[in-house]
């Protein structure tokens, strides 16, 4: 018998009396604890576990409607998400920070403190899961029915620390605490088959289908995370795979006394979802990898085609029952899976199955950067896939046809486009499966999506112009202002009234208050105020004493070459050369603050941070420079760090070598927060400055044409070292022992540099350094500073993550948005 849902139940009442009594309901009777013995941490899990009610009915209510009304959904398949701590995240989107402070103020308790004991899930690398996090924030806000699907790993990102000024990476303990958020499925487990070979069997119809005999199955368990989404009735899922093996132990093996073999199996099945990869070149070619991929991509599909059988819909409209994104290549073996679920498991036609396939799946890239284009060696995808390779066989035999008739005898076009790389040990090119399998694919910037076709797919968009589109990245505005900047969400609500966090452009309506000096005076006095909250946070964890009043300089990322944090450390050092040698300079207090994880493999990436942490420990303690630079390395920068950090910068380093960087995120998180931006035109900087006006944006550097010019003559890094006499004596410096008392320590930065330099620090130097100087007249200008300050934060309306989904649900989804308010 089908039952309606119920309305709002008693435990889910909205005053700070029901949140109470909820509250210690659940401190007692889901965790069994005696309100006076309870711990922080207890108070945290009986606030999530009260929350989640609120959330969970949400989202019952909303799928519900999503099943009666037949809606498109769409599913976002991605390896990693990045939520950040859900519970103020929640509070805010359900109008309930206020109400539930007062609930637990009422028992002496401080919500601040209970919202500092959650363990952030660390389940991605940086962007890419970052990015899948506001996506479904958005998803939610917008109200569109989605699922987030991924990996639930054991140990996500590592934690860092810095010893003795070095990377150390330790263990992320995310789920130790207990996760309330999740919710076990146990109807929704999945099998995925591994190894083997394929026969070709008759069926009950008396048609051939391929049958595929696996040498494992793992069993796929599915764990539920609601995400809300502002002041909406819609919730979005992030659903993620944990593995288990089919059976806890070999029974056989047990009772021959084999004890360490009757639980091999169960060991290796538990592996697949233990460990998240750092995006280092490490993973290449790691079979576990591949397994991982596989495992949540087929969990996902499956999944999807059991929901809409739940409906009532049959296999050949799965195309209308969802909108499938694959979050860059990751989960590119969707293409064979679906069809191999489409033809081997719901018999249908091949030709049919591919149509479906390709109106189904859609494909973003995140890279240009070639050592991150994924491919397989067809012997290892075949040996753990073997009718996966086949099926990208028939693929790729199909598509061949199609290319030589567009293109005849044009064979070395044919060698590009193939699925299969062939000019040395073979691979299966990934990027090539997902263009050939989707429907549509984007680039995440405008400079991004057009250097995608004019390079890396460039065959791909010759062959089928109208697949391509751009969808600028955005980020939620709800944890990135409203959550993280509580001081300038008030002052924005006061002048813009309080919807801007759901409809962001409405931020403009600040623009006329920019010469009003009171306004002025109170942007800065909320910017002041969260640079001091991030003074107080930099003394607890480095021991580091920072002024407010300074400058705050920031460059927070992951450690790469191609992001540059040594072209900002080259400027650092410049400026203390410069303060030692004339120690009456006119260079305004600044305080250049650092944050990243550097892949653990990394090698240059790790002396990056040793150059920084050098420059730290040299520079403030320095007399002659008296505290008028300083230089901080903020360790383990994750979410719940970023939150801090944003809102309290004043200068945002956007500095990757132009052409490299696809979009980025945190240029528009910094700018949303009044930051002002030195940056080169790469990735999304081209649009924030289109955006903020250029008078606004501190921009050097070379063009991303001007970059393959100056490779393509012959770049000599040596020879602007020689010709710059403020350069030479900085790389000279960092050469020189002076820094880390170790003269060797950077002589693998000094020679990278000198002699390659790929990413072009030595030739955007000067740029930058003038760049820089026009950064500190402007700050020595405090009405001006303010006045661009304000700027960028009320022109960053088209950065919401929210307009993203927008463009993704009319340019790639089809999927129409109807917001229902609650
Ligand atoms: C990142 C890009 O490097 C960054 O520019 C972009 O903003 C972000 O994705 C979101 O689109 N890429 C990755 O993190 C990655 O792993 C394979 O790409």
């Known amino acids: 018998m089908k039952t309606k849902t119920p ?21 007692v009777c889901a965790l069994g604890r005696l309100p006076s013995h309870a711990t922080s941490h207890d108070h945290y899990l009986a606030l999530a576990l009260t929350v989640r009610d609120h959330v969970m009915e949400r989202g019952v209510k909303s799928f519900e409607r999503g099943d009666t009304q037949q809606i498109r959904r769409v599913a976002y398949l991605s390896a990693e998400f990045l939520p950040g701590p859900h519970l103020g995240n929640h509070l805010l989107n359900l109008g309930l920070t206020g109400t539930a402070d007062k609930a637990l103020d009422g028992l002496g308790i401080d919500l601040d403190q209970v919202l500092a004991q959650e363990q952030e899930p660390g389940l991605g690398n940086g962007g890419l899961g970052r990015l899948a996090s506001c996506y479904l924030d958005s998803l939610a806000t917008v109200g569109v029915q ?23 990476e330790v263990t992320d303990k995310w789920l130790h605490g207990g996760n309330p958020w999740e919710v076990y499925r146990p109807g929704a487990v999945q099998e995925v088959k591994f190894g083997g070979h394929t026969e070709v069997v008759t069926d009950a119809a008396g048609r051939s289908r391929v049958h595929w005999v696996p040498a494992i199955v793992v069993r796929g368990e599915a764990y539920d995370t609601p995400i809300s989404g502002f002041d909406s009735d819609t919730c979005a899922l992030m659903r993620l795979w944990k593995s288990e093996a089919v059976e806890s132990f070999d029974f056989e093996a047990f009772n021959h006394g084999d004890y360490d073999r009757a639980v091999e199996q169960k060991v290796a099945s538990e592996n697949l979802s233990k460990v998240l990869y750092p995006n280092d070149e490490l993973h290449r070619g790691k079979e576990l990898r591949l397994k991982q991929q596989y495992f949540f991509t087929s969990c996902a599909l499956q999944d999807m085609l059991r929901i809409q059988s739940l409906r009532g819909s049959p296999p050949d409209s799965f195309h209308r029952n969802w909108a499938v994104q694959l979050n860059d290549t990751h989960p590119a073996i969707a293409v064979a899976e679906l069809m191999r679920l489409l033809v081997d498991v719901h018999a249908l036609e091949w030709d049919a199955a591919w149509s479906v396939t390709r109106a189904t799946l859609s494909y973003t890239n995140h890279t240009l950067l070639p050592e991150a284009l994924e491919r397989w060696p067809v012997d290892m995808l075949g040996g753990l896939l073997p009718r996966h390779l086949e099926i990208i066989y028939e693929i790729n035999a199909h598509f061949l046809d199609e290319v030589r008739a567009a293109f005849p005898g044009d064979d070395e076009r044919l060698a590009r486009l193939s699925l299969i790389d062939e000019s040395g040990l073979r691979y299966v090119r990934m990027a090539n499966l997902a263009c050939v399998g989707s429907q549509t694919v984007n680039g995440v ?3 991004h999506s057009e250097l995608l076709r004019q390079t890396v797919l460039v065959d791909f968009a010759a062959l089928w112009p109208d697949k391509f589109t751009n969808v600028t990245n ?14 300038l969400g008030k002052l924005l609500t006061k002048t813009a009234g309080k919807s801007w966090p759901g409809d962001l452009d409405k931020l403009r309506k600040i623009e006329p208050h920019t010469d009003d000096p009171r306004f002025r005076s109170e942007w800065r006095e909320v910017k002041l105020s969260n640079k001091r909250q991030l003074a107080a946070l930099i003394a607890e964890r480095t021991g580091i004493e920072v002024a407010p009043e300074s400058l705050f300089d920031v460059q927070v990322k992951r450690i790469h070459e191609y992001k540059r944090q040594h072209l900002n450390l080259l400027h650092v050092l410049t400026l203390y050369l410069r303060l030692k040698r004339d120690p009456k300079a006119d260079i305004p207090a600044r305080t250049f603050i650092f944050g990243g994880k550097a892949a653990p493999g990394y090698f240059l990436a790790k002396r990056i941070i040793r150059l920084a942490t050098a420059a730290s420990d040299l520079i403030n303690n320095d007399r002659d420079v008296a505290g008028r630079i300083k230089v901080v390395f903020f360790p383990d920068f994750n979410v719940r760090n970023a939150q801090s950090i944003y809102p309290a910068a004043d200068l945002s380093e956007q500095v990757s070598l132009a052409g490299m960087e696809a979009s980025g995120t945190g240029n528009m998180k910094m700018s949303l927060n009044g930051a002002l931006t030195i940056g080169t035109l790469d990735g999304a900087n081209v649009e924030i400055r289109e955006a903020v006006g250029a008078e606004n944006f501190f921009l050097f550097g070379l063009n991303a044409g001007e970059v393959v010019a100056l490779k393509r003559g012959g770049y000599r890094p040596r020879d602007r070292y ?12 960092i050469g020189s022992g002076a820094l880390g008392g170790d003269v060797d320590l950077f002589q693998p930065l000094v020679a990278n540099l000198l002699d390659h330099d790929p990413y072009l620090l030595l030739a955007d130097y000067r740029g930058y350094l003038n760049a820089q100087q026009r950064v500190s007249e402007l700050w020595m200008d405090p009405e001006a500073w303010t006045r661009a300050s304000i700027l960028n934060t009320a022109r960053m309306g088209r950065f919401s993550s929210d307009r993203s989904i927008r463009d993704y649900c009319q340019r790639v989804w089809n999927v129409n948005i109807k917001k229902q308010k609650k």
Do not use: C, K, M
């Open 445 to 447: 910037a405008e400079l």
């Open 146 to 168: 989605s699922v987030g699907y991924g990996i639930r790993y054991e140990f996500g990102i590592f934690d860092q620390t810095i010893r003795d000024g070095w990377q150390v």
């Open 474 to 487: 955005g980020v939620t505005p709800r944890r990135f202002v409203a959550l993280a900047n509580p001081g």
């Open 7 to 27: 309305g709002a139940s008693i435990r889910t009442g909205t005053g700070a009396d029901d949140l109470r009594q909820a509250f210690l309901d659940n401190l």
């Open 722 to 733: 020689d010709s710059d006499p403020l350069l030479r004596e900085v790389i000279d410096f």
